[in-house]
C-alpha cells in the first residue's frame, strides 16, 4: 500500500483504486489540541484540491483539502464525539475520510515519504 | 523568531528553555503555548495552578493627592472613592464614549498602580501623561507575572504569608522570596489567583521559584484566551474597541454610582443617556449547540435568518467541553435563553443565548 504526502500536511493511503486520507504527525503538532473535524459528506465528488472539510484547534479553523479527485465512499464519524484521535494516532485511527479515486495518475503527483520529510526539514 | 523588531519580556530565555512555541503578540515575542499544550494548560489553571508572563502589559504608577480626581477625568470607574489596597476595573473612553482601553487601577496607599494593555500601552501612556505630567511613572523596569488557580493562594502564601489575606481586587506591596513585589488578588481567567509585579531583573527567578512547585505549570497566551473567554471576560480590540461604549458592552456594573450622576469622562454625554435608556445593541454569551466553534466575525441571525449581529470571541471552551462565544446582537435578541443562529461556513449552526461567565469563578471575596 503506497502512502503519499501533500504540501498541505496531509497522507493519503492507496489501497487499489480507495485511498484513505488523513493529516500527518507534523500538522497534529502545528495545530496543536483538535477539538473539531468537519468531514465531507459520503458520495460528495471532490477535485484534487477541493475544500473537503475542516479540523478545528482551540485557536484556530484550518481546512482539509482533498488530495486527489474522487468521490468520498466514508468518514470516520468516531472523530466526531473523539477529535483527539487526530492528535494522538493521526496517520492511523485518527483518518478523516476514504475517497475512491477517479485520476490514479494524480498519485504520480504527490510526494513520496523521503521527499515530505525534505519538506518539514 | 529572528524579528529584531520584535521586543523581548524578561523571562523569554525562560519560555525557551521550557520549549514553548513563539508568537509575535503586541509587539513581543511571547509563548503561545507550551509542551502541555493549549487545552492541557487550560484544564490544569483551572485545576491547579498556572503561571503566566504578562509583562508585555503596561505599569504604571501615579502619584500625588490629585492623582485619582485625575485619571476620574479619563475614566468613567469611580477611582476617587477606592481605598487604599483595593483595585477597580475601568476603561479609558472616547469624547464619544467609545472604549481607547481597558485597565486595573489599584490604590497603593501613597500613589495609583495602573495596568493597561501591551496593544494599547504607548497611546495609554501618553494620554495619562497630559493629564499626569510628571506624577505619571512609567514602570518599564518591571515585569508582571499571572499565578492563577485554585492552588494560586498555597503556592504563593509559601513565599510570602501575607498574600492569603488578599482579598479578590484588593493589593499590597510584599516581598515574594525576597524581591519587593506588589501583588493583587486579581487576573483574567475566572479563578482566584495573582498577579505579580516584580523588579525585572529578578523576574526570571521568581518565575522559576514559582515553577519548581508541583502544582505549578507554565501557560501560554492560547490558554489565556480561551480562559477570559470562559470567564466572559473581555478582550480589548475584539470584544471592545472604539466603536463599542461601555453600556453597550455590558459594563455599565464597572461604573460606579457617583460617576453615572455626576459625569465627568469623556463621552459622559452618551454613557449616561444609554444607562437611562438602553442601548441598539449588546455584548452577550452565546452558546453554539454541537461541537462546531464560531470564530471572531461570524454572521448572527435571528429566526428568519435576518443578520442581528456578530461574534466578537468565539471559540472551544475546554472546560465547557463545548463551543462559546461572545458577540454583540440587537437589543431585542439579547436575551437569556434567545435562540440565533451563527452562519459558520455557510450553515446555520443553533446557538442560544446564555448568562455569563460560562464557568463558576473561583473569586475569593
Redesign the interface.
Given at each position: 500500500m503506497a502512502v503519499k504526502y501533500t504540501e498541505d500536511h496531509e497522507w493519503v493511503a492507496v489501497d487499489g483504486d480507495v485511498g484513505t486520507v488523513g493529516i500527518t504527525e507534523h500538522a497534529q503538532e502545528q495545530l496543536?489540541?483538535i477539538?473539531?473535524v468537519?468531514l465531507p459528506d459520503v458520495g460528495k465528488a471532490v477535485v484534487k484540491g477541493d475544500e473537503a472539510g475542516?479540523v478545528?484547534?482551540?485557536?484556530?479553523?484550518s481546512e482539509i483539502y482533498a488530495p486527489v479527485s474522487g468521490e468520498i465512499v466514508a468518514v470516520n464519524e468516531a472523530l466526531?464525539d473523539a477529535?483527539g484521535t487526530a492528535n494522538t494516532d493521526p496517520t492511523g485511527t485518527g483518518w478523516f475520510f476514504k475517497i475512491k479515486l477517479s485520476d490514479m495518475g494524480e498519485l504520480d503527483g504527490l510526494m513520496d515519504e523521503a521527499a515530505y520529510k525534505d519538506l518539514i526539514g | 523568531m529572528t524579528d529584531a523588531t520584535l521586543k523581548s519580556t524578561p523571562l523569554n530565555a525562560l519560555h525557551r528553555d521550557l520549549g514553548a512555541k513563539m508568537v509575535p503578540f503586541a509587539g513581543y515575542d511571547m509563548p503561545?503555548?507550551f509542551p502541555l499544550?493549549?487545552?492541557?494548560e487550560?484544564k490544569h489553571t483551572r485545576a491547579k495552578a498556572g503561571l503566566f508572563d504578562v509583562s508585555h502589559m503596561g505599569q504604571v504608577r501615579v502619584d500625588g493627592d490629585r492623582a485619582a480626581r485625575m485619571l476620574e477625568t479619563l475614566v468613567p470607574g469611580d477611582i476617587a472613592g477606592l481605598t487604599a489596597g483595593r483595585m477597580r476595573y475601568t476603561q479609558f473612553t472616547d469624547a464619544d464614549g467609545g472604549i481607547l482601553d481597558d485597565l486595573m487601577v489599584t490604590h497603593g496607599g501613597d500613589h495609583l498602580f495602573v495596568v493597561v494593555n501591551a496593544a494599547c500601552k504607548g497611546q495609554d501612556i501618553a494620554l495619562m501623561r497630559e493629564a499626569f505630567g510628571d506624577t505619571l511613572t512609567e514602570l518599564a523596569d518591571r515585569a508582571l507575572l499571572a499565578l492563577q488557580g485554585p492552588m494560586a493562594v498555597d503556592v504563593l502564601a509559601a513565599l510570602a504569608p501575607q498574600a492569603a489575606d488578599l482579598t479578590f481586587m484588593t493589593g499590597a506591596a510584599m516581598d515574594v522570596a525576597g524581591q519587593p513585589c506588589f501583588v493583587t488578588r486579581s487576573g483574567y481567567t475566572g479563578e482566584d489567583g495573582y498577579e505579580i509585579s516584580v523588579p525585572a531583573d529578578g523576574a526570571d527567578a521568581l518565575a522559576r521559584k514559582l515553577l519548581e512547585h508541583a502544582d505549578v505549570e507554565a501557560i501560554g497566551l492560547?490558554?489565556r484566551?480561551?480562559l477570559r473567554l470562559e470567564a466572559g471576560l473581555c478582550l480589548y480590540g475584539h470584544d471592545i474597541d472604539t466603536t463599542t461604549s461601555p453600556v453597550e458592552a455590558a459594563l455599565t456594573w464597572s461604573i460606579g454610582k457617583r460617576r453615572r450622576e455626576e459625569g465627568g469622562f469623556p463621552g459622559a454625554a452618551r454613557i449616561q443617556k444609554e444607562i437611562a435608556e438602553g442601548t441598539t445593541r449588546k455584548r452577550v454569551g452565546l452558546r453554539p449547540e454541537g461541537?462546531?466553534?464560531a470564530?471572531e466575525g461570524t454572521e448572527i441571525v435571528d429566526a428568519d435568518g435576518t443578520p442581528v449581529g456578530r461574534v466578537t470571541s468565539g471559540?472551544?471552551g475546554?472546560s465547557v467541553e463545548g463551543?462559546v462565544a461572545m458577540g454583540y446582537v440587537a437589543r431585542d435578541h439579547a436575551a437569556i435563553g434567545t435562540s440565533l443562529s451563527l452562519m459558520v461556513?455557510g450553515k446555520p449552526l443553533p446557538a442560544t443565548v446564555v448568562k455569563m461567565p460560562f464557568v463558576t469563578p473561583g473569586y475569593k471575596r
Open positions: 496543536g489540541d477539538v473539531f468537519e475542516v478545528e484547534s482551540v485557536k484556530a479553523a466526531a477529535p | 503561545v503555548q499544550g493549549v487545552l492541557g487550560h492560547g490558554a484566551d480561551s461541537r462546531a466553534p470564530r471559540g472551544f475546554p463551543p461556513r
